[in-house]
């Protein structure tokens, strides 16, 4: 069966301080794979997806990027956080081409940016 | 392009009320439509589905009919129970590709 980890499950990092959330997924092949950030209390925002190794696209303009160095890698980054970079960010996959199945979502990471 | 509306909460039920929480579509073609939930510091757990008109997604007590004449699907259950408190969000997949444009999400808190 496929399963989908994400870490740390919650971090606290100072203003300036670099950034790297990573997520994985296990027991499929070529998984599309998304980076959303759900601020306190307020819906989904899509920051990232990826359909393949090196491929990456970016929804909202902001202080982070993404990178997919392997089939089932994704990682978040940023050089340097800004007290609006805190928010929970959620890591998903899905099967290439078939919006029938919907996504499958990690378990999260709480950022705080102090 | 596809778009998502939920109707905005928080929405405040007692024990063993009966739940309804709207939600309407516009996109072309024929999209997937999910209910997605999350309880309080988790990730979203898919809670239904439904891939053509018509067609019930159920699960855990929670319904929600797939209306293609009113683009709607609509989350019901007939009676809530506290563990039912989370935030619940529609969501659809276009036929076109592989994402999922998601509601704003509408939270319900349920009272003993």
């Known amino acids: 069966s496929q399963t989908i980890h994400q870490w740390p499950a919650t971090l606290v990092q100072p203003v300036g301080s670099p950034l790297s959330l990573e997520c994985t997924v296990e027991?499929?092949?070529?998984?599309?794979l998304y980076w959303y950030r759900q601020a306190a209390g307020r819906g989904l925002q899509l920051l990232f997806y990826s359909v393949g190794i090196g491929q990456i696209s970016s929804e909202v303009p902001q202080n982070l990027s993404a990178s997919r160095p392997q089939d089932r890698q994704f990682i978040l980054s940023s050089k340097k956080l800004l007290l609006s970079d805190s928010g929970f960010y959620l890591c998903?996959?899905?099967?290439?081409?078939?919006?029938?199945?919907?996504?499958?979502f990690g378990s999260g990471t709480r950022l705080t940016v102090v | 392009g596809d778009s998502v509306t939920q109707m905005e909460g928080p929405v405040t039920l007692s024990e063993e009320a009966f739940l309804t929480i709207n939600c309407t579509y516009t996109?072309?073609?024929?999209?997937?439509l999910f209910w997605y939930v999350q309880y309080p510091g988790e990730g979203l757990q898919l809670l239904l589905k439904?891939?053509?008109?018509?067609d019930k997604g159920s699960n855990k007590g929670f319904e929600a009919t797939y209306r293609k004449e009113t683009t709607s699907f609509h989350l019901e259950k007939g009676s809530v129970q506290v563990s039912d408190s989370a935030v619940y969000f529609c969501a659809l997949g276009s036929n076109a590709g592989n994402m999922l444009t998601f509601g704003g999400g509408t939270r319900l808190m349920v009272k003993p």
């Open positions: 439904a891939t053509k008109a018509d």
């Open positions: 027991g499929t092949s070529n998984p599309n």
């Open positions: 998903a996959w899905s099967v290439d081409m078939d919006s029938s199945y919907g996504y499958t």
């Open positions: 996109a072309t073609g024929y999209p997937s």
